[in-house]
């Protein structure tokens, strides 16, 4: 079983920087392919982008790229995703999600990102 809680949600003007963190519990974490996806109001949820044990990182939003940069400290069972450059059509709830494979299995409650212009 893991445990997944997001963090560092936030209200930022267009142009500006946040940092989420995801707190992950189990021993295997180092195993898991983390991700995070968003929800935007009257959207369906998104993945953003994933990066694997290995470190390996796929994007799946391609509007992210190059602004979004997703991380991970196996040592400190956390995953981060620092946002740059962001704009009001990423606000959305962000959630971290882990899996071992297949689907994702585990997601976290979620933090709120509010970009004004």
């Known amino acids: 079983q893991v445990q997944l809680v997001e963090s560092g949600g936030g209200l930022v003007q267009a142009g500006g920087s946040l940092r989420l963190s995801c707190a992950a519990s189990?021993?295997?974490?180092?195993?898991?392919?983390m991700a995070w996806s968003r929800q935007a109001p009257g959207k369906e949820r998104e993945f953003v982008v994933a990066?694997?044990?290995?470190?390996?990182?796929?994007y799946y939003t391609d509007s992210v790229k190059g602004r979004f940069t997703i991380s991970r400290d196996n040592a400190k069972n956390m995953v981060y995703l620092q946002m740059n450059s962001l704009k009001p059509e990423d606000t959305a709830v962000y959630y971290c999600?882990?899996?071992?494979?297949?689907?994702?299995?585990?997601w976290g409650q979620g933090t709120q990102v509010t970009v004004s212009s």
């Open positions: 990066v694997r044990w290995s470190g390996g990182v796929t």
């Open positions: 189990g021993r295997t974490f180092s195993s898991y392919t």
């Open positions: 999600a882990a899996k071992e494979r297949g689907t994702y299995q585990y």
